[in-house]
């Protein structure tokens, strides 16, 4: 039962994810539950929307709706609509995120980045075993980011505010080299990246779409590259096991699949709206059950 209309009343709080297409959306899903877990009085729903602006026209009355998600196509778009915008989620260029605070206002925020970087530190620490050091493992690291979309920006901005050392390669170098300027790092072709390797123990993160279902047979990047990346990021969800990360398995490196990244923007998605920490278990149960 994804709606419980018999418990909405005149001070539910509304919530709801907006896109087009937005019915396939599971976070209806995990955020009912977990609003229904501690007993929060409000609902999260599938909003259809064409038009963002007159979405948020309507919106931007301070009684309806407590915040939002925000998926394909206008997690651009939206962001021209923000009273307020958070600085990171700025110079990406992208929220998915936003929020009503108690003065009315609308603030965004941008999960994503936070949710594929929290879980690749996260990779880093473990393979640091029982003691990893203070602060970022990712500072320092050598971290390689495929493709240089909106996904490849939100890696790139995320990795270089944690003071890795970026370098960017796309098929189309020139989007490379522009992104590598913005956050001071460095840019290759994609077809070079297989030989590049100044030293080992690197941070490989794909945000191209090259692997992606139905297209399954595919890599970005050669196998034999792969020996010298100590972790490997695939931001492809679907397929979750993807011939990338099989192979960075099979080189030896750890690896971070795109569906924590996915689960992992939801928990602060749901920290945004509530003030209360995620229901990690349960979001997790439910991803799972409903994959
Ligand atoms: P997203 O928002 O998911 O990052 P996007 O903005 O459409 O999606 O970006 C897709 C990325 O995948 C781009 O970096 C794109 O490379 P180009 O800039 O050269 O277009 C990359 N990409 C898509 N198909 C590719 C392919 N067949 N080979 C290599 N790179 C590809």
Redesign the pocket.
Known sequence: ELYNFRLIKPDTKVYGIIGKPVGHSKSPLLFNAAFKSVGLNAVYMHFLVDDVEKFFNTYSSPDFASGCSCTIPH?EAALKCMDEVDHIAKKIG?INNIVRRPDGKLIAFNTDYIGAITAIEDGLRALEGAKPAPGSPLSGKLFVV?????????LAYGASQKGARVVVA???FE??KELANKVGGKSLP?CEVENFHPEEGMVLAN????GMKP?MD?T?IPKHALKHYCLVFD?IYTPKDTRLLREAKEAGAAIVYGTEMLIRQGFEQYKNFTGLPAPEELFRQLMEKHA
């Open positions: 997690k992208a495929l493709g240089a979309g909106g996904a490849g920006k939100s796309n098929r189309t989007r490379a994609l945000t191209t779409s090259v297209n595919q970005p931001a």
